[in-house]
């Protein structure tokens, strides 16, 4: 896990939306075939290396779907771009990360991993909180249209209704 770089990408709503992020009982639990499914057909559609499943938690993101990151199963949270796409609603993109100043001292970005293209729809539940994002990354830029917009934002959307399906199972 990289601790080296940490900055405070916390949404007013914190308290309560990491409450609502534990009711699903997700973090730290095992692979499910429906959320590791999700991120080799995200990395294939959008023909990038780095696919994720990401729930955003107190001091960490934790992967619930991986493609293209090894046996990585978190990462601090203030390192993680996915922190980033949790603060509004809309699909977050950095077509070219060495482009954005915010992410200058980013060691993904700045550091030996490379990252130079991001992209993620927030994981939003039925009352509004943002607990993650479905997002894809490389290490070329690239272009990111409004039609690819679209199509991150549905497979944020399935995966959003496999969580509240699998929770509605979870009580009964």
Not at 4 to 19: K, M, N
Request: aromatic residues 8%; negative net charge.
């Amino acid at each position: 896990m990289l601790n080296t770089f940490t900055i405070p990408i916390v949404p007013q709503d914190d308290e309560e939306r990491l409450e609502k992020l534990y009711s699903y009982n997700l973090l730290d639990s095992s692979d499910e075939v429906s959320f590791s499914h999700i991120t080799p057909i995200a990395a294939q559609m959008f023909k990038v290396p780095i696919a994720l499943v990401s729930l955003v938690d107190k001091d960490r993101v934790w992967f619930k779907g991986n493609e293209g990151m090894g046996d990585a199963k978190e990462i601090a949270r203030g390192v993680s771009l996915c922190s980033l796409a949790i603060l509004k609603d809309d699909v977050t993109v950095f077509e070219n990360t060495k482009d954005e100043p915010c992410l200058y001292a980013n060691p993904l970005v700045a550091g030996s991993f490379g990252l130079r293209f991001y992209a993620a729809a927030p994981l939003v539940t039925p009352d509004g909180y943002r607990i993650g994002a479905v997002c894809v990354a490389d290490k070329q830029p690239r272009k990111f249209n409004d039609e690819d917009k679209r199509i991150l934002e549905g497979l944020a959307s399935l995966v959003m209704e496999e969580i509240e399906t699998r929770k509605l199972q979870v009580e009964l």
